[in-house]
C-alpha cells in the first residue's frame, strides 16, 4: 500500500522554532536495518507509542561497524558521494563545455553504474521534462585514508531533481532521510536504507515508488568532489543565516553575505547541529536548505562564468561522480538550458513530513495528502507550493516558521481541486493484460503512490488486450474509474457485467497502449 506522509518546509531562523535545543540531536550513524510487514505509514497507523514498536528502524544511534556489516554484504562499488549530489545537476545547467572533454569523461563519470542500476531508470528524451536522483554519500580522501569506515558509507543527502528543457526550469525536492517508507524485499524503512541495502538501484526504485514519477537518471557526489567545485570556481556567493560552530561539519563559518571556498561551502551544507544548538530546532532542514542554497549559487556562477572556467569545473568534477549520463548527453541537457535564470527558474522545497523522537531515534512521517498535492504540481511544471514565489530557490529557503505542518499548509492552501484525481483508499487490482514485463508493477506503484490501495498485482486471462481497462461493479462510482484512467495515462472505464472478478472495488486490465 501506498505510503500515506507528511513534512516539513525549510526556513531560516524566524524566531519560532518547531523543535528547540533541548531536543535531542540527530546523530550520524546508521544501524542494522530489519524488515517489517507493516504498510502503512502514518502516525496514527503505529500508535502514540512510536514507530519502534512497529517499523523497522535505520537509526544513526548505533555503531558504525553495523552500519559495515551491512554494506560489506554488497558487492564492493566505487561510490561517489558528497554533501549535495546535487552539485551534479549544474553541468545541466552550465553550457556545453563537456562536449570538449567527452572522449576521456565518458569513462570516469560511467564508472561505478552497474546494469541493475541503468535497469532501474526508465528511458525518456532528453528534450522533454525528467526526473534524476541526486544523492551525496560521506566518502572522501580523509576518510578512506583513516580506514575507520571500511567499505561502508552512508548517503549522507538525497534529492530528486526535476530537469525541464522545454520550459528552463529545475524543481529540487531535498527529501528527509528519516522519512519512512516501503522498501521492496524489506518493509518500512527510513528511506536512507535503501542505498545501504541495495546500492544505487534500490535506492532509485524506493524513491521512484516514493514520489510517483519515473526516474530517468542517476548521479553520486563525493566531499572531496564538492569542494573541488566551489573551488574550480574561484569561490561562490552565499548568504550565511547565523554564526556556524560545528566541529561535526568541519569547522566555523560567520553569518553575513560572504564569497566562500569549497572547505566552507562544505562545512555550510554539512551543519545541523550549529541550528539545534542555538534553538532553532530542525537541523536536518536548515541543513537541507543551505545545500539549495549552495547549488543554486553555483549555477549562478557557472552560467557567468567564461569557457575555461567551465572547462575547469567539468574537469574537477569528473574525478568525484558516478552517473549514467554521457557526456553528450549532459552537453545536450546544458545547451538547451542555455538562458536560465537560477535566480527564478529554480523551485526549491522539502518533502512533506512531521518529525517524532521515539525511542532514541528520529522518524519523519511522511503527509501523504501533501506530498500528493505537492508532486502533482511539480509533474505539471507548476512550483512545489501555490505561491510561487514562496517556492523559489530564495537562499534555498522559505519563508515562515519550519516544520511540517508549515510545508503541508503552504502546499494545501488553495489547492480544493488539486486531489480530485487521488485515491483515499479504494482498493484496485491491477492484471498485466499485455504479456510487457513489470507492467503490472509500474501501474501499481503510480496508483498506490496516489492513495489507492493496490490489493494484488496478477496476470490477466490472456495478454492480447489491445486497450487498457478499469473495471467497476454497479453502483460503484465511475468518477473513480475515470481519475485511475486519467493517472495511469490510458483506460477505459467499463462497469462489470459479471465476466470479471477481482479481489478490491476496481479492476485495471493493463493493455498494450499503457506506456508506463
Known amino acids: 500500500m501506498a505510503p500515506r506522509h507528511r513534512s516539513s518546509f525549510d526556513s531560516f531562523p524566524s524566531g519560532e522554532s518547531s523543535r528547540r535545543s533541548n531536543t535531542p540531536r540527530r546523530n550520524e550513524d546508521a544501524s542494522r536495518p530489519q524488515a517489517s510487514a507493516a504498510r502503512s505509514y502514518s502516525r496514527a497507523a503505529y500508535g502514540d507509542t512510536g514507530a519502534r514498536q512497529r517499523v523497522a528502524s535505520f537509526s544513526r544511534d548505533s555503531t558504525q561497524a553495523e552500519y559495515a556489516r551491512i554494506r560489506a554484504k554488497k558487492k564492493r562499488r566505487k561510490i561517489i558521494g558528497g554533501v549535495v549530489g546535487v552539485l551534479f545537476a549544474v553541468l545541466l545547467v552550465g553550457g556545453g563545455a563537456a562536449l570538449a572533454y567527452m572522449g576521456i569523461l565518458n569513462g570516469k563519470l560511467s564508472f561505478g553504474i552497474d546494469d541493475e542500476t541503468r535497469g532501474a531508470l526508465v528511458d525518456k528524451s532528453l528534450s522533454e521534462p525528467f526526473y534524476m536522483l541526486l544523492m551525496g554519500t560521506d566518502k572522501s580522501e580523509d576518510r578512506d585514508a583513516s580506514g575507520e569506515f571500511g567499505d561502508a558509507y552512508r548517503s549522507d543527502s538525497m534529492m530528486l531533481a526535476r530537469i525541464d528543457p522545454q520550459q528552463k526550469k529545475v524543481t529540487l525536492v531535498s527529501i528527509e532521510r528519516d522519512t519512512l517508507v516501503d522498501i521492496d524485499g524489506y518493509g518500512i524503512n527510513k528511506i536512507n536504507a535503501a542505498y545501504a541495502l541495495g546500492g544505487p ?12 514519477v519515473p526516474i530517468s537518471h542517476y548521479a553520486e557526489i563525493n566531499f572531496d568532489g564538492f569542494k573541488a567545485v566551489v573551488d574550480a570556481l574561484g569561490g561562490v556567493d552565499v548568504n550565511v543565516s547565523i554564526d556556524i560552530d560545528d566541529p561535526e561539519a568541519g569547522g566555523s563559518l560567520s553569518a553575513g553575505e560572504q564569497t566562500i571556498n569549497g572547505d566552507q561551502a562544505l562545512i555550510l551544507c554539512r551543519s545541523r547541529h550549529a541550528y539545534e544548538d542555538a534553538g532553532y530546532g530542525g537541523g536536518d532542514y536548515y541543513r537541507a536548505a543551505n545545500q539549495r542554497m549552495v547549488l543554486g549559487a553555483i549555477a549562478k556562477k557557472l552560467l557567468a562564468s567564461d569557457p575555461a572556467t567551465m572547462a575547469n ?18 552537453a545536450a541537457v ?13 523551485y526549491s522545497t522539502m518533502n512533506p513530513t512531521t518529525s517524532s523522537y521515539e525511542d532514541g531515534g528520529w522518524y519523519e512521517y ?11 504540481r511539480i509533474d505539471q511544471g507548476l512550483s512545489p507550493t501555490p505561491d510561487e514565489s514562496a517556492s523559489m530557490n530564495n537562499g534555498g529557503v522559505t519563508d515562515g516558521s519550519i516544520g511540517g505542518e508549515a510545508v503541508a499548509q503552504a502546499v494545501l492552501s488553495g489547492e480544493e481541486s488539486s486531489l480530485s484525481d487521488y485515491g483515499h483508499g479504494e482498493q484496485v487490482e491491477i492484471q498485466n493484460g499485455s504479456g510487457v514485463s513489470g507492467v503490472a508493477a509500474t501501474a501499481a506503484s503510480t496508483l498506490t503512490n496516489k492513495g489507492y490501495d493496490v490489493t494484488n498485482t496478477l496476470d490477466a486471462d490472456s495478454y492480447n488486450y489491445s486497450k487498457t481497462l478499469v473495471i467497476y461493479d454497479k453502483g460503484t462510482d465511475e468518477s473513480i474509474a475515470k481519475s485511475i484512467a486519467k493517472l495511469l495515462g490510458c483506460g477505459t472505464p467499463t462497469v462489470n457485467d459479471g465476466s470479471y472478478t477481482y479481489e478490491g472495488s476496481y479492476l485495471v486490465i493493463v493493455g498494450k497502449d499503457y506506456k508506463g
Do not use: H, Q
Open 201 to 212: 538501484s534500490l535506492a532509485v526504485k524506493t524513491v521512484s515508488e516514493f514520489a510517483g
Open 313 to 330: 569545473t567539468v574537469t574537477a568534477l569528473c574525478d568525484y561522480v558516478t552517473t549514467d549520463m554521457s557526456v553528450t548527453d549532459i
Open 334 to 346: 546544458a545547451n538547451s538550458m542555455r538562458g536560465m535564470d537560477p535566480s527564478t527558474d529554480i
Open 366 to 376: 511522511s503527509n501523504n495528502e501533501a506530498w500528493a498535492a505537492m508532486m502533482k
